[in-house]
């Protein structure tokens, strides 16, 4: 344990920088308070060396559903759909005053966001580009300031930036990416596939239309799709609760109700 509360909250994703020092996005507000721009990145360092975080700082602020971050010239980017931004402390105390907006359009032309399908996972690759995934969120990514370079037009997939001010290589669909393995291939995960390779990029099947490839996600568990967990702590008392209910039919088929007017509300007994 190098880091716990009240030093870090509600955590999603983190970066360690050159200085060892580690950057963490918290998602405070998750599902609901998206508007309310909750979510923060967090400065973690280590003063006496000896591998606990022992100082904290707010480093950013005012976000709305931060879900992915990477290091990059003494900043870092974020990644807060439908924008990835750019933060940085340009004047030493721990904060960052500079912050941009380099990529918008992640999201865009969707009425909705999924919030359990977000753009995640920045990563380094081999090829000294920064790599991310869009998860199941579309996109129309531009780069602010530049419009000759046009839109990068993707559904679901992976992407990458050549660097700091243009995107490449859209490829495939995954919720959430883990990194690259010693051999230049990726896995990916979500909450049903626990883990998976990807085998090939979807623009090397495009040059043949009449082909239709099979799946590039391959799971690696031998026990495929949905496995058993094998839980170590025991079950939320919330959980216990909600199956008992679920079990009892308590609350069957609960959905989104319909709304006469802005909000919806019930009364009495919902079973």
């Not at 931004?85 to 105390?93: A, E, S």
């Not at 000294?128 to 996109?139: D, L, V």
């Amino acid at each position: 344990m190098t880091a716990a509360e009240p030093f870090v909250t509600d955590p999603v994703a983190m970066a360690f920088d050159e200085n060892s020092r580690l950057f963490v996005v918290e998602m405070i507000g998750y599902s609901e308070h998206r508007d309310d721009r909750l979510g923060q990145v967090r400065l973690l360092e280590d003063e006496n060396g000896d591998g606990r975080y022992d100082r904290s700082t707010i480093y950013a602020g005012d976000l709305a559903w931060p879900t992915a971050i990477v290091c990059y010239d003494g900043g870092v980017f974020i990644g807060a759909t439908p924008d990835i931004l750019f933060l940085k402390d340009t004047d030493g105390d721990q904060k960052a005053d500079e912050r941009r907006v380099i990529f918008p359009g992640i999201g865009d032309g969707v009425n909705r966001l999924n919030m359990q399908s977000l753009m995640n996972s920045f990563r380094g690759g081999h090829d000294n580009r920064i790599h991310g995934t869009a998860s199941g969120t579309p996109g129309k990514v531009r780069v602010v300031g530049k419009p000759e370079r046009g839109r990068s037009v993707f559904g679901a997939a992976i992407f990458r930036s050549t660097h700091a001010c243009s995107t490449s290589g859209l490829r495939v669909a995954a919720r959430s990416r883990d990194g690259f393995r010693c051999c230049w291939t990726e896995v990916c995960l979500q909450n049903s596939h626990h883990i998976q390779q990807v085998m090939y990029e979807r623009r090397y099947a495009r040059v043949n239309p009449n082909f239709s490839p099979p799946s590039p996600l391959v799971d690696i568990p031998v026990d495929g799709a949905s496995a058993t967990v094998f839980r170590l702590t025991p079950d939320e008392a919330w959980r216990v609760i909600r199956t008992r209910w679920r079990v009892a039919k308590q609350f069957p088929g609960a959905g989104g109700g319909w709304r006469p007017s802005v909000r919806l509300f019930h009364s009495g007994n919902p079973a």
